[in-house]
T-cell receptor, first 113, second 114 residues
Framework: DTAVSQTPKYLVTQMGNDKSIKCEQN?????MYWYKQDSKKFLKIMFS???????INETVPNRFSPKSPDKAHLNLHINSLELGDSAVYFC????????????FGEGSRLTVL | GENVEQHPSTLSVQEGDSAVIKCTYS??????FPWYKQELGKGPQLIID?????GEKKDQRIAVTLNKTAKHFSLHITETQPEDSAVYFC?????????????FGAGTRLAVHP
């Protein structure tokens, strides 16, 4: 029944590793997002896809690569993890790209050691 | 680009008191201002929003006001309850290029003490 679900919820890994976070929404929304929340709770947009097409790509290192196989899924792959990548990553969706109401997942806490 | 500032960063009130959180934004073209509540271990959830053609909106114990001239908007919670304890985020959005991009404030941690 979960509207926006992301896995894994927790991820602990070593510097230099590559990891992925997956996100799925069952709301029938057209638009999906990845946000990063740092230790001070600041929420910053990273990417947005609308019907599988990239529409927002903020200043994010190219080690971060989003992929949207279909409009219900948006995955985030991170290469060569660094200490500063430690954060909570939130997936969200909205009905379409014009809608301002975002539905967030519960977050994936990434810890890089 | 848009910049949103939010104050205070922490707020502690007694149950039954009112709480007010204030935000300012920089881009006068922004036209949508939502407020999100984030409970511990959860994702943010929309609680109320206001569009630039409206000055005030109320939903039970929560209300939002918008002053477009001053580029200020505020969240008011009356008769606070312990379950109102959470982190609250304001955001501003500009519809441009066919999509909305939400820029969030830094958040306010509200603690309501019984």
């Amino acid at each position: 029944d979960t509207a926006v679900s992301q896995t894994p919820k927790y991820l602990v890994t070593q510097m230099g590793n590559d990891k992925s976070i997956k996100c799925e929404q069952n709301l029938g929304h057209d638009t999906m997002y990845w946000y990063k929340q740092d230790s001070k709770k600041f929420l910053k947009i990273m990417f947005s896809y609308n019907n599988k097409e990239l529409i927002i790509n903020e200043t994010v290192p190219n080690r971060f690569s989003p992929k949207s196989p279909d409009k219900a899924h948006l995955n985030l792959h991170i290469n060569s993890l660094e200490l500063g990548d430690s954060a909570v990553y939130f997936c969200a969706s909205s009905q379409n790209s014009r809608s301002g109401e975002l539905f967030f997942g519960e977050g994936s806490r990434l810890t890089v050691l | 680009g848009e910049n949103v500032e939010q104050h205070p960063s922490t707020l502690s009130v007694q149950e039954g008191d009112s709480a007010v959180i204030k935000c300012t934004y920089s881009d006068s073209a922004s036209n949508y201002f939502p407020w999100y509540k984030q409970e511990l271990g959860k994702g943010p959830q929309l609680i109320i929003d206001i569009r630039s053609n409206v000055g005030e909106k109320k939903d039970q114990r929560i209300a939002v006001t918008l002053n477009k001239t001053a580029k200020h908007f505020s969240l008011h919670i009356t008769e606070t309850q312990p379950e109102d304890s959470a982190v609250y985020f304001c955001a501003a959005s500009l519809f441009s290029g066919g999509y909305n991009k939400l820029i969030f404030g830094a958040g306010t941690r509200l603690a309501v003490h019984p």
